[in-house]
Structures are given as C-alpha cells and as structure tokens.
C-alpha cells in the first residue's frame, strides 16, 4: 500500500490550492454563524442590562450574605426543622409513587408495539408532550390556589409534573424489549394479558423502577422549591428566615438539605446500579 510523504502532499497542495482550500461559500456560512451567535449574545446581555459593575456590587453582597450566614445555627427551631425536611421527603416521594404508578397504563398505551394504531399513538404521545412542557412550579402555584397551603398542594404538583413525563419514558422502556421472550410467552399458548405480566413487564420493570428512584432523588430538590410558592415543607421554612434576615438560620437550613439531597443520591445511585445490571438483556 502506497503512503504519500508529508513533501509529496505539501506539493499537491501548492499545485492544486483549490482541492485543499475550505469553499468560499461554506466561509461565508461560518463567518455569518458565528457573527449571528455573538451579536445575539451581546444583545441578550444588553438586554438584561448586564454590566461590569453590576456583577461587581453583587458579588460584594453576595459576600456580605455569606458572612452573615457563618457561623449556621438552627436556633431554637431545629426541631421545626427536622419535621419540615420530613415533610419534603413525604412530598417528593408520594408524588412520585403516584405519578409512577399512574404513568404505567398510560406508558402501555404510548408504546408502539402495544397499540400500533399511528394516529392514536401520534396524538397521545402529543399529550403528553404538552403536559411535560408546564413546569413543576407552575403546577405548584395552580394547586396552592386550588387546595390551599401546604404539603398536599406539593404532592399535586409532583404527581401531576412527573406523571406525562414518566409515561413517555416508560412507553420507550416497553417499546425496546426484547421480543424473544415475549414471542416464547405467545408460543407457550400465552394470551396478550400472559404476554404483558410474563413477556413485557419483567424487561421493563429494572428500568422503570431506576427512573422513579432517579426522580424521586430529583423531587427532593424541586419539594424544596415548591415550598417556598406556598407547598409547605423545608422550603417554607427557609423563606421564612431570608424574608425575616435570619441568615445563620437559613445557613443551617441550606446544609440541611444539602445532607439530606447527597445521601439520597448516594443510596439512589447504588440501588440504580443494582437495578440496571438486574434488567435482562438484549
């Protein structure tokens, strides 16, 4: 196999410039994408009226704040604190078992491979990307106008945020199966219910339950949100002392949920990881 040496290409290139120069017009396209994509960012900046100085004012409060928070002290409300981190726990999980256990039909019918028929699937599947679309803050403050204050308006907002986007993931978790097994349950003499509960549902049950554990890991951060718009639990709690300028309170509140979200996440991993090498495969 014949190799060309770097002073054979170095002369091919002065010979033939044409075959080795980038196309005027793809330069053009380049240059004008790149100018596009700093002129819209220099007028987004302008727009939001961002400035050196403003950047620089905020970092020294910014600053201030935190020398305010140090050392973080629960006061006498630790106790309070403690209930109320319970709450967001309490939030985020049912939410999320809820929504989970609702969005399993739901994903059965948003699989291709179970309702084959395109318009129904077309037009479910567009539910419930218009659903995914509103965000869980939103819902929070719809159902804290509806049910009031409190950790069941939370609840609502979880469930109702996760449920679409849940069925989509688990419509695409049954859609990938593996259809030897399903197709040995049919050979068996297997009716379409033997067929879900013994070919579909043990493929897709490690993934679907990796995804609930994976968002009920990430409710726990949005419970904390939600429940500073009204939802109840610690997110209350830590409105309540920035609103009153109690800094070292908050400090303890911030650490608290810190803790709480990094050992979730750790238990959450290991239980994923379990999950995920437990599902068959392919």
Same mark, same amino acid.
Not at 66 to 91: C, N, Q
Not at 238 to 244: A, E, G, K, N, V
């Given at each position: 196999?014949?190799?060309?040496?770097?002073?054979? *290409?170095?002369?091919?290139?002065? $010979?033939?410039?044409?075959?080795? !120069?980038?196309?005027?017009?793809? #330069?053009?396209?380049?240059?004008?994408?790149?100018?596009?994509?700093? =002129?819209?960012?220099?007028?987004?900046?302008?727009?939001?009226?961002?400035?050196? *100085?403003?950047?620089?004012?905020?970092?020294?409060?910014?600053?201030?704040?935190?020398?305010?928070?140090?050392?973080? &002290?629960?006061? +006498?409300?630790?106790?309070?604190?403690? &209930?109320?981190?319970?709450?967001?726990?309490?939030?985020?999980?049912?939410?999320?078992?809820?929504?989970? /256990?609702?969005? /399993?039909?739901? =994903? @059965?019918?948003?699989?291709?491979? /179970?309702?084959?028929?395109?318009?129904? &699937?077309?037009?479910?599947? #567009?539910?419930? +990307?218009? @659903?995914?679309?509103?965000?869980?803050?939103?819902?929070?403050?719809?159902?804290? !106008?509806?049910?009031?204050?409190?950790?069941?308006?939370?609840?609502?907002?979880?469930? /109702?945020?996760?449920? %679409?986007?849940?069925?989509?993931l688990f419509a695409e978790a049954?859609?990938?199966v593996e259809t030897k097994q399903?197709?040995?349950?049919?050979?068996?003499?297997?009716? +379409?219910?033997?067929?879900? #509960?013994?070919?579909?549902?043990?493929?897709?049950?490690?993934?679907?339950? $990796? &995804?609930?554990?994976?968002? @009920?890991? $990430?409710?726990?951060? !949005?419970?904390?949100?939600? =429940?500073?718009?009204?939802? =109840?639990?610690?997110?209350?709690?830590? !409105? +309540?002392?920035?609103?009153?300028?109690?800094?070292?309170?908050?400090?303890?509140?911030?650490? %608290?949920?810190?803790?709480?979200?990094?050992?979730?996440?750790?238990? $959450? #991993?290991?239980?994923?990881?379990?999950?995920?090498?437990?599902?068959?495969?392919?």
């Open positions: 196999m014949n190799t060309i040496t770097y002073g054979e *290409m170095a002369r091919l290139r002065r $010979s033939n410039p044409e075959l080795f !120069s980038t196309p005027l017009i793809t #330069r053009v396209r380049t240059w004008a994408l790149w100018l596009g994509f700093v =002129g819209t960012l220099a007028y987004g900046l302008w727009w939001v009226d961002a400035n050196p *100085m403003r950047i620089v004012n905020g970092l020294n409060k910014l600053g201030l704040l935190v020398s305010l928070m140090i050392p973080p &002290h629960p006061g +006498d409300g630790f106790w309070d604190y403690v &209930h109320a981190m319970l709450e967001t726990l309490g939030m985020a999980f049912l939410g999320t078992i809820i929504a989970a /256990v609702l969005a /399993v039909p739901l =994903g @059965f019918l948003g699989a291709k491979n /179970v309702m084959p028929n395109w318009l129904f &699937h077309f037009g479910l599947r #567009r539910i419930y +990307d218009g @659903f995914r679309g509103i965000d869980g803050l939103v819902w929070a403050l719809i159902f804290v !106008s509806a049910v009031g204050l409190g950790p069941f308006a939370g609840v609502l907002a979880i469930a /109702v945020g996760d449920l %679409m986007i849940f069925a989509k049954i859609e990938n399903v197709e040995g349950v049919r050979a068996a003499g297997g009716n +379409d219910t033997h067929v879900m #509960r013994l070919g579909v549902f043990p493929q897709v049950l490690p993934v679907m339950m $990796s &995804h609930v554990l994976y968002f @009920f890991e $990430s409710n726990v951060r !949005s419970a904390t949100i939600l =429940g500073i718009v009204g939802a =109840g639990g610690i997110g209350l709690q830590l !409105s +309540d002392r920035m609103r009153i300028n109690n800094w070292q309170e908050a400090a303890f509140i911030i650490l %608290m949920i810190l803790v709480t979200v990094a050992i979730i996440d750790n238990i $959450s #991993r290991r239980i994923r990881a379990r999950l995920i090498d437990a599902a068959p495969q392919a």
